[in-house]
Each structure stands twice: as C-alpha cells, then as structure tokens.
C-alpha cells in the first residue's frame, strides 16, 4: 500500500492546502478506504470562504470532503458484511451515541454525531481514509463510483421529499436549480410526482432541469415578487402545487414557497440562508400549510442505491467537472464561481474513470 496520503485540508478561512497525512489505521469496527470520487459541495467552498456555517466555527484545521466513494483496502476485526476490495458509498453522518434521537430512528438529529467535514471532524477528500464500517453501503456492479459518491447530495432529495410527502400524483415546486434542487427533481419524478415546477434566476440550470424531467421551468428575476410568482406557478400547473421544496435559502423564496403552496399542503425547507427570515407565517396558518424543515437526511443509502441501480434515476449528468485531486484548489475555484453542477475530484491515481 501507498504511505502517501495526499489529504485536502482547510487550516483557516481562505487558507486551503494539499498536504501529505499518515494513513489511519482502521479501529475493529472500521473500514480503511483508498478514496475514489469525492464531490464538492456547496458547505466545503463555504467553509472555505467564511471558516462557518452557523453555529459550526472551523477552530481547528479540517479535512473537507463528504460526497464520497472508495474501495475497502482493510477491515477492522470485528467487520463481518465488508471484504478488501468491496466498492462502496460513504454515509457521511455516524452517531456517536444511542441517545433518544437514534432510538426514534432520527440518527440525524442527534447532538453528538460525528459529520465529515463540519467542525470539529475531518472529511473524506484524501486518498485514504478510515469510516464506520456500518455507515459505508456497498455498491453493485452496475454502479460507479461516482454515482456512489452522489448519493450522499441525492440523499438530501430523497429526505426533503419524503419530509414533504411526495407519493404519486403529487403536484410540486421546486425552488432552485442548483445541484440540490435537481436531485430533489429527480427523487420526486422517482416518487411518482405527476407534474413538477422548477424555479432558478439562470435559464442553463433550467435547461438542464428540463433534461432531467421537469415539466415546467420558470425563470424568475431578482425583482420579482413572491405573490406574483406564486401565481405564476399556479398558472403552469393549473393549481398551486400539493409540496413545495425549497432549496436556496433566500428570504423571497421561502415568501414564494409558503404564498404558492396549496392550503392544506406541504413547505420543506431545505436552503439554508439567514438565521432570521421575515415570511408570511399567517398565511401559512390560516390555510394549515406545514412548514418542515430538513437537517441532512436519515436511512437514505439503501433507497437511493437501488433507485441508481434500476435505472430509476439518472444523476450522471450532474457532473459536469472532473480535477484529479492534486487540482482540487482549481477544483474549489470552479465551484467557488458557480461553475457547472458538480465538481467531482478524482483521488486515485491509477483510477481516473467514473
């Protein structure tokens, strides 16, 4: 095995460097992985850029990376489902304890658990790296890499649209079109969703939403207001929508979401903008519109392999970058100016496929 372990870590806010780290040895309920595909995602240039998200502060250096795949190279002596060489998906979030919220089945909420890649734990973007074996899935044959590694931003569609209720002949809109909010397209579409709306202010996200299944596209402009475009979703669809999914964080959307929603129906609130927001609360209470919220996502893995290995949805046309990841400085800057959907980073050296 390598004794190099090139790792990608974030000393401060705006300090990103590449540098060699010891390969982990695997506890007797770990897995050692040499990494595969990792994808950049949106909180890694944030912590980047900023040093925080919320009340999460980088104190320390961290490794960033949590959309991730690999190969087993070593397994703890207490793994029983795992072999070398088994290919696998990384479950990013393992709970520390079994407290009240593992007990209930909502590991996600959790206070103590262990997060790639949120202070103070390190992610995944290395070439090797060591997990709970419990909390990595192992892949079929007709499943790449890559698609591995995009479960974990597909886990947050599958999450918010089960959060909202999403079953056959749902109507629903979808607040953006960056990488979550297509995946949150296609989860519902797999769903059985009859009709979706897809909003985004850049018509080349809507134009890769309607590739991907969307049956209406909006493009919205940053003056226009929230009454008026809930009535022009209402207006495409022939009603308001039974769910919406909101997933940009921005104050206006959030007012679209609850003003375009149907009485009765369903806002998921998956976009993390400000701490404080100035919606329309009334009028979601007077028409018992729910608002949800979305922390990450819980028992995901299992559903979104077997959606990605029957064919039922297609996330490959979201990458649209690839860096290897000796690059993954340039790689953060693609993302950093909003470059393509996702920027995938290739760790192995001898393998740069899918």
């Known amino acids: 095995m390598s004794h190099e372990n090139l790792t990608v870590v974030l000393h401060a806010k705006g300090d990103l460097r590449l540098e060699n780290r010891p390969v982990p040895e695997p506890g007797p309920d770990e897995v050692l992985l040499q990494m595969h595909s990792v994808g950049i995602c949106g909180s890694d240039v944030h912590y980047w850029q900023h040093g925080r998200i919320g009340d999460f502060v980088l104190t320390k250096p961290m490794v960033l990376g949590h959309e991730a795949s690999g190969r087993v190279v ?11 060489g088994d290919r696998v998906a990384i479950e990013p979030g393992v709970p520390r304890h079994v407290d009240e919220q593992v007990k209930n089945g909502r590991y996600n909420l959790s206070p103590t658990i262990f997060f790639c890649a949120t202070p103070p734990d390190d992610g995944n973007l290395s070439q090797y790296y060591k997990h709970s074996a419990n909390f990595c ?104 929508p039974h769910i919406t999914i909101e997933c940009t964080g921005a104050e206006s959307c959030i007012q679209t979401a609850i003003y375009a929603t149907r009485s009765g129906g369903v806002v998921v609130l998956v976009g993390l903008g400000s701490e404080m927001a100035t919606v329309p609360l009334i009028n979601a209470a007077v028409r018992e519109v729910d608002i949800r919220g979305v922390f990450r996502y819980c028992n995901t893995w299992p559903m979104a392999i077997a959606m990605l290995a029957s064919g039922k949805v297609n996330v490959k046309p979201l990458v649209t970058h690839r860096f290897p990841l000796q690059q993954a400085i340039a790689a953060f800057e693609t993302t950093r100016q909003g470059l393509g959907i996702k920027v995938m980073l290739k760790c192995d050296q001898n393998d740069q496929d899918p």
Do not use: W
């Open 74 to 84: 070593k397994v703890g002596s207490a793994v029983q489902h795992l072999k070398v």
């Open 137 to 240: 899935y192992k892949l079929p044959d007709n499943v790449t890499y890559e698609e591995g590694a995009l479960i974990e931003p597909l886990s947050v569609g599958i999450h918010a649209c089960r959060r909202g209720g999403v079953t056959l002949g749902s109507t629903v809109l979808i607040c953006g079109a960056g990488p979550i909010g297509l995946v949150c397209l296609l989860v519902a579409k797999a769903m059985g969703a009859s009709k979706v709306v897809i909003t985004d202010l850049f018509p080349e996200r809507l134009n890769l939403a309607k590739e991907l299944g969307a049956d209406f596209q909006l493009t919205v402009k940053k003056e226009d207001g929230a009454q008026q475009l809930a009535k022009s979703v209402d207006v495409l669809l022939g009603a308001q």
